[in-house]
């Protein structure tokens, strides 16, 4: 990552300085005021408010992060490949659509429970139940149990995607869920390698390790024992929290808020891809968004360059289509066309569209994170006659206000933390083949669900590249969303914590200890 000096930089250190974030208690060379006496405790901030600590339910990344030690699933997509968590292993058919696990016979919930293949039914028979796995129930038929400590699952369809699905589900219990109800929310319990001890339902969540997790026979004790989450959402604040010692690692660092570490002493920065791309989303099912010129429009009015360096200080990647090349099956980047800034056709496809003086939208709905980046958005697409007013949403209402479509154009960020290809195709989809209108609404070609579908379908990844090649050059012109750069962030720790995967944005806890 190089080191930026242009003038902005200077200016926002400048503040944060004035602010008391460089002075005002920290030491003299601006490092932490100190390191834990208690070499076995950790405390993280995360920057968003909390809606829910069981994986079910919990919509955020950093709620997933905290969730990511308490549960476990059965298999993980790890280091290009899947490797058996709960599983000890597992077999699939040949057509993608039966997938037999033998599970292991030492796994207990931090309730006491025994994990069986009881567990795993509940779990994948319940999916349309849950808020936040409904939209994969459509890929799951039905479990069937062999013994208590085999399983097997159906799938309705061949497709990629089903061991995807199966990957990201955290296995939970039943009779923890069904007696706590909707106290499970805040009290979770999984068979993961800590355990949460309290929560006060506002700001701080505080985890302890699992005694009984069955990695440790393996792996040792963890140097961690305990953790502590603070919730603290403005980055300002959470700056000063660094500096005074009240927290000592901080993941997925908004760029510019992790610059003005890389000078300060007593920290240590780490970049990484956030695994996501930055996008404006349309509601295709509602004018004028129902008219791909509109939409060719917005993306000739963006000008890229500038917005990744007004909203990363340019550490993002000008990137407009909406994937990651870590993907598999994914296309090759410089073999597909590409939107060039050029407000002139913006305006012409604004005008054969019936727009000659502009459009006058509706309030466009943000979170304050996505502050900086939507201003500059609305002042790009101003200059070519598409004006609106910015309406700030608490996340919860605004996720409200997504998932019922209640919008015209959304400035968002959408994860490709899912390395499959067919994890971002299919939002494409028409709207009779998907469970979610968001993000395109009710877009629909015929021609795209089927290169989705054979990309789905086919086991080659050569073969896949070059379906999903001819995929994205139709969704070029169709442009149901246009995406604007690939995002990056930084891990901000104290310099005396170790991490043992700095490159991975979704900590595991065992993975970090003091120097001695």
Same mark, same amino acid.
């Not at 459509?138 to 199966?166: F, G, M, P, Q």
């Not at 010129?293 to 993306?299: F, N």
């Not at 195709?425 to 015929?446: E, Q, R, T, V, W």
């Given at each position: 990552?190089?080191?930026?000096?242009?003038?902005?930089?200077?200016a926002m250190m400048l503040v944060l300085l004035a602010s008391g974030c460089g002075s005002s208690g920290a030491p003299a060379d601006g490092g932490p005021q100190?390191?834990?006496?208690?070499?076995?405790?950790?405390?993280?901030?995360?920057?968003?408010?909390?809606?829910?600590?069981?994986? &079910?339910?919990?919509?955020?990344?950093?709620?997933?992060?905290?969730?990511?030690?308490?549960?476990?699933?059965?298999?993980?997509?790890?280091?290009?490949?899947?490797?058996?968590?709960?599983?000890?292993?597992?077999?699939?058919?040949?057509?993608?659509?039966?997938?037999?696990?033998?599970?292991?016979?030492?796994?207990?919930?931090?309730?006491?429970?025994?994990?069986?293949?009881?567990?795993?039914?509940?779990?994948?028979?319940?999916?349309?139940?849950?808020?936040?796995?409904?939209?994969?129930?459509?890929?799951?038929?039905?479990?069937?149990? +062999?013994?208590?400590?085999?399983?097997? +699952?159906?799938?309705?369809?061949?497709?990629?995607?089903?061991?995807?699905?199966?990957?990201?589900?955290?296995?939970?219990?039943?009779?923890?869920?069904?007696?706590? *109800?909707?106290?499970?929310?805040?009290?979770?319990?999984?068979?993961?390698?800590?355990?949460?001890?309290?929560?006060?339902?506002?700001?701080?969540?505080?985890?302890?390790?699992?005694?009984?997790?069955?990695?440790?026979?393996?792996?040792?004790?963890?140097?961690?024992?305990?953790?502590?989450?603070?919730?603290?959402?403005? &980055?300002?604040?959470?700056?000063?929290?660094?500096?005074?010692?009240?927290?000592?690692?901080?993941?997925?660092?908004? /760029?510019?808020?992790?610059?003005?570490?890389?000078?300060?002493?007593?920290?240590?920065?780490?970049?990484?891809?956030?695994?996501?791309?930055?996008?404006?989303?349309?509601?295709?099912?509602?004018?004028?968004?129902?008219?791909?010129?509109?939409?060719?429009?917005?993306?000739?009015?963006?000008?890229?360059?500038?917005?990744?360096?007004?909203?990363?200080? *340019?550490?993002?990647?000008?990137?407009?289509?909406? =994937?990651?090349?870590?993907?598999?099956?994914?296309?090759?980047?410089?073999?597909?066309?590409?939107?060039?800034?050029?407000?002139?056709?913006?305006?012409?496809?604004?005008?054969?569209?019936?727009?000659?003086?502009?459009?006058?939208?509706?309030?466009?709905? +943000?979170?304050?994170?996505?502050?900086?980046?939507?201003?500059?958005?609305?002042?790009?697409?101003?200059?070519?006659?598409?004006?609106?007013?910015?309406?700030?949403?608490?996340?919860?209402?605004?996720?409200?206000?997504?998932?019922?479509?209640?919008?015209?154009?959304?400035?968002?960020?959408?994860?490709?933390?899912? =390395?499959? &290809?067919?994890?971002?195709?299919?939002?494409?989809?028409?709207?009779?083949?998907?469970?979610?209108?968001?993000?395109? *609404?009710?877009? /629909?070609?015929?021609?795209?669900?089927?290169? +989705?579908?054979?990309?789905?379908?086919?086991?080659?990844? *050569?073969?896949?590249?070059?379906?999903?090649?001819?995929?994205?050059?139709?969704?070029?012109?169709?442009?149901?969303?246009?995406?604007?750069?690939?995002?990056?962030?930084?891990?901000?720790?104290?310099?005396?914590?170790?991490?043992?995967?700095?490159?991975?944005?979704?900590?595991?806890?065992?993975?970090?200890?003091?120097?001695?």
């Amino acid at each position: 990552m190089k080191k930026l000096t242009s003038l902005l930089l200077t200016a926002m250190m400048l503040v944060l300085l004035a602010s008391g974030c460089g002075s005002s208690g920290a030491p003299a060379d601006g490092g932490p005021q100190s390191t834990p006496q208690d070499k076995d405790s950790v405390t993280i901030g995360i920057s968003v408010s909390l809606d829910s600590l069981e994986p &079910m339910s919990a919509y955020s990344r950093e709620e997933q992060y905290v969730i990511y030690n308490v549960f476990d699933t059965l298999i993980e997509f790890y280091d290009g490949k899947y490797q058996p968590r709960l599983a000890e292993s597992f077999e699939m058919s040949d057509d993608m659509k039966e997938f037999t696990f033998k599970l292991r016979q030492d796994v207990t919930f931090h309730n006491g429970e025994k994990m069986t293949a009881k567990d795993v039914k509940y779990t994948f028979d319940n999916l349309a139940n849950f808020a936040f796995w409904a939209n994969d129930a459509r890929y799951i038929d039905h479990t069937e149990i +062999i013994d208590d400590y085999t399983v097997k +699952i159906y799938a309705k369809d061949t497709t990629a995607t089903n061991l995807v699905v199966i990957s990201q589900k955290e296995i939970i219990n039943e009779k923890a869920v069904t007696e706590l *109800g909707e106290k499970h929310r805040f009290a979770p319990v999984g068979t993961g390698p800590y355990k949460l001890v309290n929560y006060d339902g506002f700001s701080t969540i505080q985890l302890e390790w699992n005694p009984e997790y069955y990695q440790w026979k393996e792996r040792g004790e963890p140097a961690i024992k305990k953790v502590t989450y603070k919730v603290i959402e403005d &980055m300002q604040t959470m700056a000063m929290a660094l500096e005074a010692g009240e927290v000592d690692f901080v993941t997925k660092v908004p /760029a510019t808020d992790a610059l003005p570490f890389e000078s300060k002493s007593g920290f240590t920065v780490d970049w990484l891809d956030q695994d996501g791309v930055t996008l404006v989303c349309y509601n295709c099912g509602t004018a004028p968004f129902n008219d791909k010129r509109v939409r060719q429009a917005v993306a000739y009015a963006i000008d890229r360059d500038a917005l990744n360096l007004i909203t990363t200080e *340019g550490t993002g990647l000008v990137w407009d289509y909406f =994937y990651s090349p870590k993907q598999a099956g994914a296309p090759n980047y410089d073999d597909l066309p590409h939107y060039t800034y050029d407000p002139e056709k913006a305006k012409q496809l604004l005008a054969d569209a019936g727009y000659p003086n502009g459009l006058q939208l509706d309030p466009v709905p +943000i979170m304050q994170s996505d502050e900086r980046y939507a201003v500059a958005l609305q002042q790009q697409l101003e200059q070519v006659g598409i004006t609106f007013e910015l309406e700030t949403l608490e996340q919860n209402t605004l996720f409200d206000t997504i998932f019922a479509m209640d919008y015209e154009i959304l400035p968002f960020g959408l994860s490709t933390e899912i =390395y499959d &290809m067919s994890y971002v195709a299919k939002y494409f989809y028409n709207k009779d083949l998907k469970p979610m209108l968001f993000p395109c *609404g009710d877009f /629909a070609d015929d021609q795209i669900d089927e290169l +989705i579908r054979q990309g789905e379908t086919t086991a080659d990844l *050569g073969e896949r590249a070059k379906i999903y090649t001819e995929l994205y050059k139709l969704l070029y012109d169709e442009q149901p969303l246009s995406a604007v750069y690939s995002r990056q962030c930084a891990t901000v720790k104290n310099q005396n914590l170790n991490y043992a995967h700095p490159d991975i944005l979704k900590v595991k806890i065992w993975d970090l200890s003091w120097n001695a």
